[in-house]
């Protein structure tokens, strides 16, 4: 089978093998895969909410749009996490996750707190199932390191948005693949692609870790700005943990976007 589509030696493709493994995680407790308690849903009503594009820093509040109405897409954001918090403060969200369980989680929040979402599986390496200028935002936390191509994601996300809708999106800056599991020691160059030669993953590794990959500055900020998006802000963030966090040493971006009128 094409390394492209598709595991090595097997014939399962990487996205759905990506799939299985973020299931795992969660049943294992992935902090990323536990959805939101009701007195957050609870506090997230009065105002009082953070929400997380990348491990440690809230997004800032200028990033959203007005809330009330506010047609919001959760790209890869499945999980409950963030989808409810703009449920509660007004807005109409759609949630497209390819990992059966982090959508489950969404669709068990909003049954517990009595709204509704609408919750689509899919993948972003496909062509985004909605209309042109569907939305009003997309909130996209980091997830793309579990894709091979980004450019495409970006001119989906500006077709599916309307004029002078917002992407805001977290990304790995690749810093992670390219250290051992302590952080100190360099073992690696880029890019990293476990399909593309090396580095190769074992099979330990591929069942552990997922099929993931890094992605350049051009790919992920200059490939929105080829699309056709204007960049009005972006931040750093560190792991939050380990020894490259305890350097300050950034290993995640954050950008707010913009669709021109």
Not at 108 to 123: D, M, N, Q
Request: negative net charge; aromatic residues 10%; glycine residues 10%.
């Amino acid at each position: 089978m094409n390394q492209k589509n598709g595991i090595s030696g097997t014939c399962v493709s990487y996205v759905d093998h990506n799939a299985g493994t973020i299931d795992r995680w969660i049943e294992e407790g992935w902090e990323w895969g536990r959805p939101i308690s009701h007195e957050e849903f609870e506090e997230a009503r009065n105002g009082r909410f953070s929400m997380l594009l990348t491990p440690t820093k809230p997004v800032p509040a200028s990033w959203y749009l007005p809330f009330e109405g506010c047609r919001v897409l959760g790209l890869a954001s499945g999980g409950g996490q963030q989808m409810p918090i703009f449920t509660a403060l007004g807005a109409c969200c759609t949630v497209l996750d390819y990992s059966p369980r982090q959508l489950r989680s969404e669709e068990e929040v909003a049954r517990r707190e009595g709204y509704s979402i609408k919750t689509v599986r899919a993948s972003m390496t496909d062509p985004l199932p909605f209309a042109d200028a569907s939305f009003d935002l997309i909130f996209h936390p980091v997830s793309n390191c579990y894709i091979e191509e980004v450019e495409p994601v970006w001119r989906e996300c500006f077709r599916v948005l309307r004029p002078g809708g917002r992407l805001l999106a977290g990304m790995d800056n690749g810093i992670n693949y390219i250290v051992d599991a302590s952080g100190q020691h360099i073992v690696r160059g880029l890019p990293y692609n476990p399909l593309k030669g090396h580095p190769q993953l074992t099979p330990e590794e591929l069942e552990e870790e997922g099929c993931q990959f890094s992605h350049t500055l051009e790919e992920q900020l200059g490939g929105q700005l080829k699309t056709g998006f204007r960049l009005l802000d972006l931040y750093e963030d560190t792991n939050g943990y380990g020894f490259l966090h305890q350097q300050n040493i950034p290993t995640f971006w954050a950008s707010l976007a913009e669709k021109p009128l």
